[in-house]
């Protein structure tokens, strides 16, 4: 494997992918990915974590003007009102019964989400040797997000970057490392096991929050952002663990450097070639303060996102129960 993180060639990602290629571990047919390795046990276990009952919502708000700024491609989310309370309350009628009723339209990949394995394609293929055109103009015909709605309970760690560090968010472009994972994870005290989901904080969806500076946070014009994250390098290092999924605070999970960025090795290899659940655009800040409070930084995580029939992805509202 190239000693850098960022990969960049066809064979550095190739070489990549062969090393941790999970096509065919769980079964020609598989389509759970690294979901596999959450069992019951996993389950039962993570309901151990519940110390206070404490519940976290990661989810950003849906509106209609942000997260995704002008330029960005994806909708944010447009709500609109079908049928209201005006003209029904009891200073026009007494007797009448009325209802409101509302309409939802948004981007998939717009807000809090979870990319299906059908998200992203590596030379014409996606995971466990399903062909690219699988997908088409009705959606995904193999892979889609369905399996993971009906799947996505497990353990789930903090591992609070930003905070180990020891500042308010990491710097834009900056690299999550292997031994920031394993340092932080130490410093916390806690360790991970087989079928845990890991949520990143590296405190950027906070920085960009405070600061109002949305056009800098998503993709803008066709222009990736700069952006904090795992590096491919770290791919390695959570297939040893075997962790079932992981998400961030940012745009796209994986470590991004703006305008250079020619490839995406964490979705290429992770997504396609690993069945590794990623996680975008996860509110952790608040979770985050909690879990420093009282040193517990592991909890029950319950993320089953929407059950889109053929969809590549899926809004979620993740709750870590603590």
Known sequence: ????????????????????????????????????????????????????????????????????????????????????????????????????????????????????LAHVFHRGWMYNARPSAAVTAAGAAANDIVPVA???????????????????ALEP??????????????????????????????????????????ASFTEVDEVPPREPGIGAAALGWLHEHGISAIACDNWAVEWLTGPDVVRMPVHEVGIVHMGLLLGEMFELDELARACTADGCFDFLLAAGPLPIRGGVGGPVNPLAIR
């Open 173 to 214: 472009d900056a690299e999550v490392t292997v031994s920031d994972l394993e340092a932080t994870l130490d410093a916390q005290r806690v360790s991970v096991s087989e079928g845990d989901a890991l949520l990143i904080r590296t405190g950027h969806l906070g920085r960009i929050r405070a600061a109002g500076d949305w």
């Open 1 to 116: 494997m190239t000693s850098t993180s960022r990969l960049t060639t066809e064979a550095e990602v190739d070489e990549l992918a062969r090393e941790l290629s999970n096509w065919g571990r769980w079964g020609d047919e598989d389509e759970r990915g690294t979901l596999n390795l959450i069992t019951e046990r996993n389950r039962l276990a993570a309901a151990g974590c519940i110390r206070t009952g404490s519940v976290h919502s990661l989810a950003l708000e849906l509106r209609g003007d942000l997260p995704q700024p002008a330029g960005s491609g994806r909708l944010n989310a447009q709500h609109v009102m079908t049928a209201t309370g005006a003209g029904t309350g009891t200073d026009v009628d007494d007797r009448a019964i009325g209802y409101a009723d509302d309409t939802l339209t948004i981007a998939v990949h717009g807000a809090t989400h979870w990319d299906a």
């Open 150 to 168: 009906r799947t996505m309970v497990t353990r789930g760690v903090l591992v609070d970057v930003a905070r180990h560090r020891g500042v308010p």
